[in-house]
């Protein structure tokens, strides 16, 4: 999804971004933000190959729901 990978490299740059500057609170945001991503995306969690197609989307869809509520 599209909007997943957006949240991720947004998240990646913000990382980045809270790193330079030594702000542990937006570095922590970051880094949730790069892990609810990664999860919805299929990178973390149950190994996405094994899921079952509507499984999968559900997950990309509360992932990308709470990121969006962010």
Request: net charge positive; glycine share 10%; no cysteine.
């Amino acid at each position: 999804m599209a909007a997943l990978q957006s949240h991720l490299g947004r998240g990646r740059s913000a990382v980045r971004a809270a790193k330079r500057s030594g702000d542990e609170h937006a570095l922590a945001a970051a880094r949730r933000r790069v892990g609810l991503a990664k999860h919805g995306l299929g990178e973390r969690g149950p190994e996405w190959w094994d899921e079952p197609e509507p499984a999968r989307l559900e997950r990309a869809h509360d992932a990308l729901r709470e990121l969006d509520r962010e």
